[in-house]
């Protein structure tokens, strides 16, 4: 599997922008880059996939640079509520097991009042 | 709420004893995932239903485990003769096919064993 390397965290204040950074230089053309965020004693939730075009939703936009090999989560706004552990996660959608996430360690970001 | 729920959300045991963990996905989802997290870690994949099939299983899974999940509906997470290495938060996701990239966890069991 293609992996990703992410900074074990990162700091931001509140209501300003994060860019989260994530390299991918072995990223194949079938895989997918998605993004899960993991709230303290949660379960990890979905945050947003793309393939080649940068994609916005109601939680983020992503990035991903011309050559694919790396990509950038913003969130617009940090709230207190975006300290998290944010992982970016590569899926080959035409891989025997397309269906299967590898997560790697993520970033832990702190967001400051 | 909707969402997948899991039971029990923690449980202490003590070693050498059985212990069962239930998921409930979410309604219409027919692909249901058992996942592991230890300390500090990334979720680590277990295994992978499509309705009542279990179609893979992780080489993580060893013989003390079993994950069933019959009618396709709610599934059961068994491990038997716990070990402290088993301890680790035991999630649970869902998801819909054809899959669109998006999985849905539940908040996950989290297994102390002594």
């Known amino acids: 599997d293609a992996k990703t390397t992410q900074p074990n965290s990162m700091e931001s204040n509140e209501e300003e922008p994060v860019h989260l950074p994530c390299n991918h230089s072995t990223i194949s053309g079938t895989d997918y880059i998605h993004w899960y965020r993991q709230l303290p004693s949660q379960g990890p939730e979905y945050v947003i996939h793309g393939l080649t075009s940068n994609v916005n939703n109601r939680m983020a936009s992503l990035a991903i640079a011309e050559d694919r090999k790396s990509s950038t989560l913003i969130l617009h706004r940090a709230t207190l509520r975006d300290a998290a552990v944010y992982y970016c996660?590569?899926?080959?959608?035409?891989?025997?097991?397309?269906?299967?996430?590898?997560f790697g360690k993520g970033t832990l970001l702190t967001v400051n009042p | 709420d909707t969402g997948v729920s899991q039971d029990p959300r923690h449980k202490i045991t003590k070693r050498g004893q059985n212990v069962t963990f239930r998921c409930d996905p979410i309604?219409?989802?027919?692909?249901l995932y058992w996942y592991r997290q230890t300390l500090g870690q990334g979720p680590e994949f277990l295994t992978y239903f499509q309705n009542e099939a279990q179609l893979e299983k992780s080489r993580l899974l060893s013989d003390r485990f079993s994950a069933e999940r019959p009618k396709g509906s709610f599934s059961t997470l068994e491990i038997q003769r716990t070990e402290q290495g088993d301890s680790a938060m035991y999630l649970c996701?869902?998801?819909?096919?054809?899959?669109?990239?998006?999985?849905?966890f539940g908040e996950g069991s989290r297994l102390t064993v002594l």
């Open positions: 996701a869902s998801s819909l096919a054809p899959y669109t990239g998006e999985l849905f």
């Open positions: 309604s219409e989802h027919n692909r």
């Open positions: 996660i590569l899926r080959d959608v035409n891989g025997g097991s397309n269906y299967k996430l590898t």
